[in-house]
């Protein structure tokens, strides 16, 4: 078994062998990693729960094409393993080797970008990943880029107006001139099953299904992870060691998009990033509902697998998936099974995996012409902020404009994700007038009693889950 | 001067080389310390156990209040906050032991070790509580003018009320950090992230037992601090101190975010209850205001808070008879402290709801109430306190942006949206600023500043203010290029040192640049009558007729001229070499005293500050009223900065301030459970506005060619006052929450209006209507 991850910092190829490293363990955050280091003291701890992108780092790896592909990310939520292979830049990296600023940084001085310049490496980071796509320079991709960046200083109009000025004109840089070089060095770092193991925890790296079933049935208490954006908060919160962990990143059978005329598959170790984009044409509930989920940092890490598998009762996904009917593939050493995605959750962070299963991905079937779905998600503050209640609607009007067929589901209603199902009944067949749609107000209001906690009362709750249905039928109206 | 110099750090914010207080490379005995505090709002220590702890390898010590060498006390200005907790807790973490080890997961692995045996008893965990347990932290205050109570007997229209203002966590980038480094004898060297690193210095001093002139404190630069490291970054400085001290090796506290929002204080919470009265045309003719503040368990602050919130609940506007009543209650919660505005407003936003009400009553546009109101200029200009204000561009700058807001017809626009719209509402208000400058604790307005000329014609200037993002070391560096006639960059700030300049104020009410500006000019005033005889001389030395005259000598592009006979010039670092080697001293110190100010708190009567900002915003919301979500759409700033020292620093200072109030308005919520434990003490609950919660249109402008008299090169203080133009955008949301009921009804409101405020707000609007 290999213990030994290989990636680049500096330039240079680092490896860590975790049989014999003493100071670094598997679930060691890059972020610790590198304060630790004399020369990357520029990566700033803010909060360590991906909140805030002081910590913001790139990674750059092979896209497939002979090229690189830089994605911003919070190094404070990412284990070091997941470097294996990969280019990891810091903000030390950045300025050009003359000593002159990178077009970003220089943008970010002439606009008077930085204050106190605590955030300011982490929206630099942030800037660089979005220069080197070749995303435009529009407000929209901008602001969607910085929203995981959190500044208490500027109140981000210089920064803004730096981010496109520096984005208008992207030549290639100092990162574009070592490129080939790095891709060779990348190329060499064989991507291979891993077992990294100290006398306290377990860190497995499979590269095929099958493998991952063996190990899961070996280590049945192992945590899958692929992301890790939220099972890395037991550690940087809740200081938790972890066991035993199976990192999924290098099975490519799971990172598998597949479309077809009826549907889409997405297997489970697809970002929430890669589904937001992939969704844009057939599926824009999805989407939007992509859109707000946390930050861009988060949603290169987050995937399909890890929130389903999370099941928690806000449910980011499963609301939208299921107004889709999306039906979640399992598979265990036995085969495969398909549970459509409101049967997949069954409970307080609980989902209906039987033991030895794990998520291999989703199918979102196309929706007939006519259907209407959409999403909502009410927070304290629209980005980057776990909602207070989510709600997904699906509308099948006949052809009087009566409703055929309507699904409501909510998150943060309940202890899971859950359908309106009364609702449903009161609506089904009804005509779609404002005063059917008053009626179902407090049958909707009745069939709930959420919680009140950090985020809200349960009485806004109560309020927000009705009106989200008249919003829903308001918004109708305009189409 | 040059105008728009970048921040003197931005090179090294961009590239990452700014050194912060956990960046600092120090040597491999640096030990980390760490705080165990209580999670109870109210106890009795019962017991403890600290012997496994301490003997678990890797811990160097664990100490609790008896092993204080000095003073157990860390209260600012009044002596009532613990260092450590004897054998009681008055809030959820305060703190009761410390522990200093080799790593921060070996301090965790130690406190799990600490057993302690609590026995809690009932706590106050609100105002409401407080006041019905008479728990006051001190003397109630009172400022009053005119006779309120004949007055609003005869009014014709009152209005009476309560507001509530929320907590704020300063939400600082950089936690709380400190590193103290012990050194021979009883010297500490500390390296704290601090607002006030003379005070730093004194509390260091007091609870190691041993004198200010062994403790020096640095501050090279803050990532952020508003008011939250003026008295609380002291607490992480002493209880480092008490480890290095303890372990004799240097040790760092660098609190966790979560620890952070927990331990520190806050905005103080207020509850302002208000009657007032006016007549048809919406002229305020009394108003009375009782304010209260959480002041948590110690006085911190909270009386200077409490006093610039009194001198506040005027804002812009002329109220003949007025009578404000505060009071400090205690609760069993973490030390409620200074944030940007200082009271100013929770004071502010009480005048401006009292307004808004007005308007809505009156059926009149709330900006035509607030012109009508506004301080006069030759009448109508003396403040509840007796000062006169003086200087006032309130009228000028209402009619510059009333017009390049298109206020009016945006106006008209925004009635028809509404009218059209029947969930979807637009909402838009205009708001003044009027905020005094000067600590109002007089003494404190003084500052020093030392400054060297080395012999190659570079110079090192040193004050007493610290950076903390504000942008002041930029100033600084400008003020002394421009009074010596050099380039920017032949100037270096350094690190504030206490051993440089001593016994000096906080870098807070937005005086850092009008009192350090001020020191440093004094400095360099001093150098310069020193050089210039020398200089004559150099200049007179040919023999000349006509002689040069030590009136005429300027510095000027690197240079001293004669300016009479401008072909006499000597470069300045040649000059500075020519004084050297006739013995001139090249190093001075500069002072710094406010002049005219005092203010008798007896009897509430006074000039308090040196002078007023003004400024005012117009700001545009779009409220989706099913869900309570909206959303900034314009905002017009107008602000007023006397003559700019750096336009962009100042604009930076505008922005940011009025989207940190924004924040404080709107989504920044401080929710406590039944047992005093802080909900939301993470960025995951706690919302600071993101960059998709800014205006989408954002105009901001510098009032120009308003130079103001008898301040540092004619310039205003610029740190605090743009905080409250965030009233337009909170009162554009009342605006639009109120056309739901055709501004028929008074909606409810408060601070923070949070989605669920709001929603909360037009249900109730919804349900009136509906009856």
């Not at chain 2, 017991?47 to 157990?72: C, K, M, T, W």
């Not at chain 2, 979560?258 to 204080?265: E, L, P, R, V």
């Not at chain 2, 050099?486 to 700030?493: A, Y």
């Amino acid at each position: 078994m290999n213990s030994c991850i290989g990636f680049i910092l500096d330039e240079k190829l680092i490896e860590i062998d975790f049989s014999k490293e003493r100071k670094f363990t598997p679930t060691t955050t890059v972020l610790n990693y590198l304060r630790d280091l004399p020369n990357h003291k520029g990566v700033k701890e803010g909060c360590a729960e991906g909140d805030c992108g002081a910590c913001t780092i790139v990674i750059a790896e092979l896209d497939g094409r002979n090229g690189l592909q830089y994605r911003a990310v919070n190094s404070c939520l990412i284990f070091l393993p997941k470097l294996h292979g990969k280019w990891l830049i810091t903000v030390e990296n950045i300025k050009n080797p003359d000593g002159s600023l990178h077009p970003v940084q220089q943008a970010m001085v002439d606009y008077h970008g930085s204050q106190c310049g605590f955030c300011t490496p982490g929206f630099i980071m942030s800037m660089f990943a979005l220069y080197k796509s070749n995303l435009p320079n529009t407000r929209a991709v901008i602001e969607d880029a910085l929203t995981g960046n959190l500044c208490r200083c500027t109140g981000y109009q210089p920064i803004i107006e730096a981010a496109e000025f520096a984005l208008q004109d992207r030549k290639p840089d100092h990162f574009s001139k070592i490129e080939k070089e790095i891709i060779a060095i990348l190329k060499k770092i064989v991507l291979k099953s891993m077992q990294m193991a100290t006398d306290r925890q377990k860190y497995f790296m499979p590269v095929s299904v099958t493998e991952l079933l063996y190990i899961k049935n070996q280590n049945p208490d192992a945590i899958i992870i692929n992301g890790a954006s939220d099972i890395a908060l037991r550690v940087t919160k809740k200081y938790e060691l972890i066991p035993s962990i199976i990192d999924t990143m290098q099975i490519e059978e799971l990172h598998v998009i597949r479309k077809s005329i009826d549907h889409l598959y997405c297997g489970s170790a697809i970002t929430l990033n890669q589904l937001m984009e992939v969704s844009r044409e057939w599926y824009p509930a999805i989407y939007e509902a992509c859109s707000v989920f946390g930050s861009k940092q988060i949603r290169e890490m987050a995937t399909i697998g890890g929130n389903l598998g999370t099941a928690s009762p806000i449910g980011d996904l499963p609301p939208v998936l299921a107004a889709y009917k999306t039906d979640v593939v399992v598979v265990s050493e036995k085969g495969a099974r398909i549970i459509p995605v409101d049967e997949f959750i069954c409970g307080y962070r609980k989902t209906s995996l039987k033991k030895g299963e794990i998520i291999k991905g989703i199918k979102i079937p196309k929706p007939m012409d006519g259907t209407i779905i959409k999403f909502y998600k009410v927070s304290k503050r629209k980005d980057l902020d776990i909602s207070t209640v989510s709600a997904a609607f699906r509308l099948t009007p006949d052809k009087e404009k009566k409703i055929n067929e309507i699904k409501i589901i909510f998150g943060g209603m309940a202890e899971m994700t859950k359908h309106a199902v009364k609702t449903e009944k009161f609506l089904k067949g009804k005509s779609r007038t404002r005063e059917t749609i008053e009626q179902a107000m407090p049958i909707l209001e009745e069939e709930f009693t959420p919680i009140s906690d950090a985020r809200s009362s349960a009485q806004f709750r109560s309020v927000i889950a009705k009106n989200l249905l008249l919003r829903f039928f308001d918004d109708l109206a305009d189409t | 001067m040059t105008p728009k110099i970048p921040h003197e750090s931005a090179r090294k914010h961009v590239t990452g080389e700014a050194v912060y207080v956990d960046d600092m490379l120090v040597n491999n005995q640096l030990l980390i310390g760490k705080v165990v505090y209580s999670p109870h709002a109210h106890a009795k220590i019962k017991s403890f156990h600290l012997d496994v702890a301490r003997n678990l390898p890797g811990v160097y010590a664990v100490i609790r209040y008896q092993d204080i060498p000095g003073e157990n006390q860390m209260g600012p200005v009044v002596h009532d906050e613990l260092c450590l907790a004897k054998d009681e807790v008055n809030c959820i973490g305060q703190a009761v032991f410390l522990i200093a080890a080799e790593s921060e997961e070996i301090c965790r692995e130690a406190e799990k070790l600490i057993k302690i045996e609590y026995k809690p008893s009932e706590a106050i965990l609100s105002i409401e509580q407080a006041i019905a347990k008479n728990n006051l932290m001190g003397p109630e205050r009172k400022i009053e003018t005119g006779d309120v109570d004949k007055a609003l007997k005869k009014c014709k229209h009152k209005i009476s009320g309560s507001l509530t203002t929320g907590a704020q966590e300063h939400w600082y980038l950089e936690t709380q950090a400190a590193v103290c480094i012990p050194g021979e004898d009883n010297e500490m060297k500390v390296y704290s992230s601090t607002q006030h690193p003379s005070e730093t210095q004194a509390i260091v001093a007091g609870v190691l037992g041993i004198n200010r002139n062994d403790v020096v404190v640095e501050m090279r630069r803050m990532g952020g601090a508003f008011g939250g490291k003026e008295t609380q970054a002291n607490h992480v400085a002493a209880w480092s101190a008490l480890l290095a001290k303890a372990t004799g090796q240097p040790v760092k506290i660098r609190l966790f975010r979560d620890d952070d929002q927990i331990m520190t204080g806050k905005r103080h919470p207020y509850l302002i209850n208000y009657k007032a009265g006016f007549d048809n045309k919406g002229k305020l003719i009394a108003v009375e205001f009782e304010l209260n503040a959480n002041g948590g368990m110690a006085t911190d602050l909270s009386f200077a808070i409490l006093e610039r919130a009194m001198f506040h609940v005027d804002n812009a506007y002329y109220i003949p008879n007025l009578r404000v009543i505060g009071r400090v209650w205690k609760t069993n919660q973490p030390s409620n402290t200074a944030f940007r505005g200082f009271g100013g407003p929770q004071g502010m936003a009480a005048i401006e709801t009292i307004v808004d009400r007005i308007a809505r009553q009156l059926k009149m546009d709330a900006a035509e109430i607030r012109r009508r109101n506004f301080y006069g200029i030759n009448d109508r200009n003396l403040t509840h306190y007796d000062q006169k204000v003086e200087n006032n561009h309130l009228k000028m700058m209402f009619d510059r942006i009333l017009h390049s807001s298109e206020y009016l017809k945006r106006r008209q626009d925004i009635n028809e949206f509404n009218s059209k719209n029947e969930f979807k509402k637009k909402g838009m208000s205009l708001t003044p600023v009027k905020f005094g400058i000067s600590f109002t604790t007089s003494f404190l307005n003084q500052a020093g500043a030392l400054v060297n000329i080395y012999q190659d014609g570079t110079v090192l200037v040193n004050h007493g203010g610290t950076e903390m993002g504000q942008g002041l070391h930029t100033k600084i560096q400008q003020i002394a290029a421009a009074e010596l006639g050099i380039s920017f960059e032949k100037i270096k700030l350094t690190a504030t040192d206490t051993s440089k300049v001593p016994n000096t104020s906080a870098t807070a009410a937005s005086s850092g640049t009008d009192l350090n500006g001020m020191a440093v000019k004094n400095a360099i005033d001093k150098l310069k009558s020193r050089m210039i005889p020398f200089i004559v001389d150099h200049f007179n030395e040919k023999g000349e007729i006509i002689k040069s005259q030590i009136r005429a000598i300027h510095f000027i592009n690197d240079c001293i001229i004669d300016s009479e006979n401008p072909a006499r010039k000597i470069d300045f670092a040649k000059a500075v070499n020519m004084c050297y080697i006739k013995q001139v001293p090249l190093s001075a110190t500069g002072f710094y005293r406010t002049p005219d100010i005092y203010f008798n708190r007896e009897k509430g009567k006074g000039k308090p500050f040196h002078y007023y900002v003004f400024g005012m915003a117009v700001s545009e919301v779009l409220l989706d009223t099913l869900t309570g979500y909206h959303k900034i759409l314009r905002t017009d700033i107008l602000h007023d900065v006397g003559d700019s020292l750096n336009p962009a620093i100042d604009m930076g200072q505008v922005q940011g301030g009025y989207i940190q109030g924004v924040g404080w308005c709107t989504t920044e919520e401080c929710k406590w459970d039944e047992k005093g434990n802080l909900l939301n003490h993470s960025p995951d609950t706690y919302k600071i506005p993101s960059i998709q919660d800014i205006p989408e249109d954002f105009r901001c402008s510098l009032l120009e060619d308003v130079p103001n008299p008898s301040t540092i090169r004619k310039s205003k203080a610029v740190g605090e006052p743009p905080f409250m133009l965030a009233f337009s955008a909170w009162l554009a949301v009342k605006d639009a929450i109120s056309a739901v009921a055709d501004h028929q009804i008074e909606p409810e409101f408060s601070i923070p209006a949070t989605n669920e405020v709001i929603l909360l707000s037009l249900e109730k609007l919804r349900s009136i209507k509906k009856q």
